[in-house]
């Protein structure tokens, strides 16, 4: 079975960045696309982004407005996001999913790591 540990997230100030890691491990991780997912206190999970196995396709929450990018590193089983001019509505605690198959912007991955928390202060 797939294990995804995410790292990387942190408190920072309004405008600053963070690189978000997820380490993945699983026979079929090489198959799988990834996405990232976010949720804040008293709030549903919603979709960040996702890459496709290869990272050819990428696509990405629509409110974003390109201040994140999502890449993968096949030989290291690394996924990351990018994320800059980080905002106090960005604060949540990521998590890093995947599936095999394509990309989707829904919760319908089968698998998922215990989340990175991310705070923004303004």
């Known amino acids: 079975q797939v294990q995804l540990v995410e790292s990387g997230g942190g408190l920072v100030m309004a405008g600053a960045s963070l690189r978000l890691s997820c380490a993945a491990s699983g026979l079929t991780f090489s198959n799988d696309a990834m996405g990232w997912f976010r949720q804040a206190p008293g709030k549903e999970r919603e979709f960040v982004a996702a890459?496709?196995?290869?990272?050819?396709?990428?696509e990405y929450a629509d409110s974003l407005q390109g201040r994140f990018i999502i890449s993968r590193n096949r030989a290291e089983n690394t996924v990351f996001l990018q994320m800059n001019s980080l905002r106090p509505e960005d604060t949540a605690v990521y998590y890093c999913?995947?599936?095999?198959?394509?990309?989707?912007?829904?919760?319908?991955?089968?698998?998922w790591g215990q989340g990175t928390q991310v705070t923004v202060s303004s």
């Open positions: 890459i496709s196995r290869f990272g050819a396709y990428t």
């Open positions: 999913a995947a599936r095999n198959g394509d990309t989707r912007r829904d919760p319908n991955y089968a698998y």
